[in-house]
């Protein structure tokens, strides 16, 4: 299984940016996609995700209203839409799978497998 991210980078407060992670490796039906992150001095947090079977999306407190998780499953890729950025956005952005089936939600112990991650910088 691989994940790749891209689409990190350096955008104003306010701005916009588009995160992709290209899948691989999956044989499996029911699986769970996540975006986390984490900051410099700071615990990794989970974003968002997705849940295959059900379609259900989940969000931390923090970005609910600005971020969107989606998925093509057609073409393995899982995006997370980010608008109205905030400084405090600024982190290292991982994607994640889990391949145990049902409903996900944002705790590190239900991935399986991680990307190497991309950088966002939000400055004010």
């Known amino acids: 299984v691989q994940l790749v991210e891209s689409g990190g980078g350096l955008v104003q407060a306010g701005g916009s940016l588009r995160l992709s992670c290209t899948t691989s490796?999956?044989?499996?039906?029911?699986?769970?996609l996540a975006w986390f992150r984490q900051a410099p001095g700071k615990e990794r947090e989970g974003v968002a995700c997705?849940?295959?079977?059900?379609?259900?999306?989940y969000y931390a407190e923090s970005v609910k209203g600005r971020f969107t998780i989606s998925s093509d499953f057609a073409k393995n890729t899982l995006y997370l839409q980010m608008n109205s950025l905030k400084p405090e956005d600024t982190a290292v952005y991982y994607c994640?799978?889990?391949?145990?089936?049902?409903?996900?939600?944002?705790?590190?112990?239900?991935?399986?497998?991680w990307g190497q991650g991309t950088q966002v910088t939000v400055h004010s």
């Open positions: 997705i849940s295959s079977a059900s379609d259900m999306t």
């Open positions: 994640a799978v889990g391949l145990f089936g049902g409903n996900y939600y944002l705790q590190s112990y239900e991935y399986d497998y």
């Open positions: 490796g999956f044989t499996f039906v029911d699986y769970g």
